[in-house]
């Protein structure tokens, strides 16, 4: 209906996010969506004044749209990058790639919420609580949606691990 496509935002990244939601809904088990153009190594603020308001309300609809219809306990939603942006401001009045500290979100599939894990210095340049890797987020992942990381898949004959054996899940943010 025109209201669900009005709260999701007639734009790239509402539509897309709706489309997500709705092969959840029809059985599909994993969706992953783009919506790029965050590199931003120049003029962030004009940059972010178009892109984040759409961001944010697509992203706050599907949330919201997965909780009212019960299928929180089925699905995970991640949002993420691929790596930080720095603390300042560069000379082009951008931010360049940073990887000491970045930020997701989760929710549903007994993610603890509402909460914050991990906490940069002041300036935000280094990680002095609870610092995560990829292994950890990965077993995470995994352990929410009811995968169990510790197993192991064969191929020709050699047994491959799902995920790093040498990491577990960040227990701390599952219910």
């Known amino acids: 209906p025109n209201g669900i496509r009005d709260e999701y935002g ?20 994993f969706v992953s969506l ?3 153009g965050w ?7 004009k940059n ?5 308001p759409r961001y944010d309300r697509g992203v706050a609809a599907l949330v919201a749209d997965i909780y009212e219809r019960g299928l929180n306990q089925d699905v995970l939603v991640v949002s993420m990058g691929e790596f930080g942006r720095t603390p300042k401001i560069n000379s082009k009045f951008g931010r360049d790639h940073w990887s000491k500290a970045w930020s997701l979100a989760l929710a549903g599939c007994g993610i603890k919420a509402p909460g914050v894990f991990g906490r940069t210095n002041d ?4 990680v002095v609580e609870h610092e995560v890797d990829h292994r950890q987020l990965f077993h995470t992942f995994l352990k ?4 169990d990381g510790r197993k192991h898949f064969d191929v020709n004959g050699r047994p491959i691990p799902v995920a790093d054996p040498a990491a577990g899940p960040i227990e701390e943010i599952l219910a």
């Open 10 to 29: 007639r734009n790239a990244a509402g539509q897309r996010m709706l489309m997500a939601r709705r092969l959840v809904q029809a059985g599909v088990r």
């Open 48 to 52: 972010l004044k178009k892109r984040a």
């Open 34 to 36: 783009t919506y790029g």
């Open 39 to 45: 590199d931003m190594h120049g003029k962030i603020e």
């Open 123 to 126: 300036n935000g340049t280094e």
């Open 144 to 147: 929410a949606v009811g995968a």
